[in-house]
């Protein structure tokens, strides 16, 4: 009887040895990382509170016009990176299944589509994919 008292006993105290550790060098290595992965978060949401703010506001607050200037200018500037890249890269996507394909392939290497009648970016139709086109083509 005696064993089984010492089981809950431990039981029992798993949790304050818990508590123990968290005083041991690991454990402050462990709470130290807890607190990074907090402050990320905190940014995250700093970022999110940010976005809806510059949504909400954007045009129509003075005191931070600048900074809704210089979120703009960054934006456009990614999207003339964006477009450097696709030029670089002269690729054309597949009609038929939206992969991205060298300029001179003749045949889609996923689905074999044929894309030689495929002369540019042609306009997507699923949602995912017009909205990258609406990024690229801000
Ligand atoms: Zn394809």
């Known amino acids: ?3 089984f008292e010492k089981i809950s006993d431990t039981i029992i105290h798993v949790g304050k040895d818990v ?3 968290a005083k041991d060098v690991s454990g402050i290595a462990k709470l130290k990382m807890d607190i990074r992965s907090k402050e990320d978060f905190i940014k995250e949401q700093y970022i999110e509170l940010g976005k809806l703010y510059y949504e909400k506001y954007k045009g129509s607050n003075e005191e931070e ?5 210089r979120i703009d200018e960054a934006m456009c500037e990614i999207e003339q990176m964006k477009l450097q890249i696709l030029e670089i890269r002269k690729t054309k996507k ?3 299944c939206g992969a991205e394909a060298p300029d ?3 045949y889609c290497s996923v689905c074999g589509a044929n894309l ?3 002369e540019e970016m042609p306009d ?3 949602e995912e994919e017009s909205e990258k ?6």
């Open 1 to 3: 009887m005696e064993i």
């Open 19 to 21: 508590t123990q550790k």
């Open 65 to 69: 016009q600048a900074q809704f200037e």
């Open 94 to 96: 597949c009609p038929d």
């Open 104 to 106: 001179t392939a003749g």
């Open 116 to 118: 030689s009648i495929v």
């Open 124 to 126: 997507t139709e699923t």
């Open 133 to 138: 086109d609406d990024n690229i083509d801000f």
